[in-house]
């Protein structure tokens, strides 16, 4: 059988303003199995990255339910929310979120900060994700000195320091030129065939292009989801 890492089911967001509430995301479900590559995509405003702030456990749904990795994760309090974040997640940022006075090296070994991993071992981890991004003589170069490819690039070793069993990125390639964003989309592609599950928020073409399916979503609801559709 095919295992089920992600449901939504009528998945509502609200926000407060003044005195009433406005509704961004309006009912959505579906349903993601271990090892897909879905890009989400649909015009500027529509609730997107609302939708991955809540997969990824950054930010709580208002009505409707969440199965994370078969566990309930729609009402946890913020302690839980972050364990299970640091246990099931990793999110990739267009703005890659380094900490501008930590090396490459120590950028990534952050998520194990939180765990009972020994630093010997975490930087070995460390290590050998910056080389599996391509960063091997980077380690300890600070975001400054490295360009947005190479930040983008310790972002994903980052994201994938505790083998997240999905992992999200919200515009990943929103702030780079063509040809860098393919060599991260290749990157995801890899990942992705490793066995991790894959979400990408995108406006890029090439970026949809890449994923196996595709959620189109529109005023906070799901207005089509498919197969990618490959001209
Ligand atoms: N914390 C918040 N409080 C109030 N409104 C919010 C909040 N976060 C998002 N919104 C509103 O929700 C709507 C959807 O925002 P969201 O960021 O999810 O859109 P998006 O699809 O990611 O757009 P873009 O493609 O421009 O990134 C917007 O109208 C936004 O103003
Ligand atoms: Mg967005």
Known sequence: MMEEVIQL??????FVQGDSSIQILKGITFTVTKGEFISIIGSSGSGKSTLLQILGLLDTLTTGSYFLG??????????TLSHMRNQFIGFVFQNFYLIPYA???ENVMLPGMYTTQHTK???????????????????????SMLSGGQQQRIALARA?????????????????????SVEILDL????????????????????????????????????????????
């Not at 089911?9 to 609200?14: H, L």
């Not at 910056?130 to 380690?139: F, I, K, Q, T």
């Open 9 to 14: 089911k009528n998945v509502t967001r609200s």
């Open 70 to 79: 078969g566990h309930d994760v729609s009402h946890l309090d913020d302690d």
């Open 103 to 105: 090396t490459a090296l």
């Open 121 to 143: 071992d975490m930087k070995e981890r460390a290590q050998a994700l910056l080389e599996r991004v391509g960063l091997a003589d980077r380690m300890q170069f600070k975001p």
């Open 160 to 180: 994938l320091f505790n083998e997240p069993a999905v992992l999200l990125a919200d515009e990943p390639t929103g702030q780079l030129d063509s040809k860098t």
């Open 188 to 231: 995801f592609s890899e990942i992705n065939q490793d066995g991790t599950t894959v979400i990408v928020v995108t406006h890029a073409p090439e970026t949809a292009r890449t994923a196996k399916r595709t959620i189109v979503v529109k005023d906070g609801v799901i207005l089509s989801d498919g197969p990618t559709q490959k001209e």
